[in-house]
């Protein structure tokens, strides 16, 4: 996976806990996003991370916060997690090549 | 946000046969990328397109960046049963750092 690496590989919560996914990268590139999979949708953008101590919104942020405190790490939230977030989560690089590499994904359950 | 739209959305096909998708979006993006997605993994970067017109080859995959710069496309050579897997698209516009996806298409080989 490109040297990007995402824990926990598989999840499981109930309606209004809360969980942090982690996401690292050993490749020293600026930009890291978060995307989420769901059956039939294609890959969506939920936050992405241009530059490290910067955030911006994607296309379906709600629900959810990112933290990127250092060039390796960008972590992504959920405080209360609610059943229509069970999804396969991804995180990505992007390189100065502009391509984007994915990790191995978590795959999350919410009851 | 952006729509990308790729068909077919399945393909099913004999082993040895050529398949070809394609992937349009509402406006110009500067870079193509494909990817392949086997089940439980996450995406693998096939190709990457910079230029319009540009037409880049891996092995038996084929890709070009549409002149109209709003479109792409991916061909693969005769298939091969490890061809099985999903197809996406991906696209960044002129102007941000987010990429947007197509929704996939699904390869299945018969041998």
């Known amino acids: 996976n490109a040297g990007v690496t995402q824990t926990p590989k598989f999840q499981v919560l109930k309606t209004g806990q809360s969980m942090t996914l982690q996401c690292a990268q050993d490749?020293?590139?600026?930009?890291m996003y978060w995307y989420r999979q769901d059956p039939g949708m294609g890959l969506r953008l939920i936050y992405y991370?241009?530059?490290?101590?910067?955030?911006d919104k994607g296309e379906v942020p709600n629900g959810y916060n990112v933290s990127r405190l250092n060039k390796r790490e960008f972590s992504l939230r959920l405080e209360s997690a609610a059943p229509s977030q069970t999804s396969v989560y991804f995180c990505?690089?992007?390189?100065?090549?502009?391509?984007?590499?994915f990790g191995p994904g978590t795959r999350l359950t919410v009851l | 946000g952006q729509q990308l739209n790729q068909s077919p959305q399945s393909m099913f096909i004999q082993e040895g046969e050529d398949v070809s998708m394609n992937c349009t979006s509402s406006?110009?993006?500067?870079?193509w990328l494909w990817y392949k997605q086997d089940p439980g993994e996450g995406p693998v970067l096939l190709i990457a397109?910079?230029?319009?017109?540009e037409l880049t080859s891996n092995g038996r995959l084929t890709a070009q960046f549409g002149i109209t710069r709003k479109d792409s496309f991916l061909n693969i050579s005769a298939s091969i049963p490890s061809d099985v897997g999903i197809y996406f698209c991906?696209?960044?516009?002129?102007?941000?750092?987010?990429?947007?996806f197509g929704t996939g298409t699904s390869l299945t080989v018969i041998p």
């Open positions: 990505a690089i992007r390189d100065y090549l502009n391509e984007q590499f």
């Open positions: 406006s110009i993006f500067n870079t």
């Open positions: 991906a696209g960044q516009p002129e102007t941000g750092n987010q990429f947007y």
């Open positions: 490749m020293n590139h600026n930009s």
């Open positions: 397109l910079y230029k319009a017109g």
């Open positions: 991370s241009a530059s490290e101590g910067t955030t």
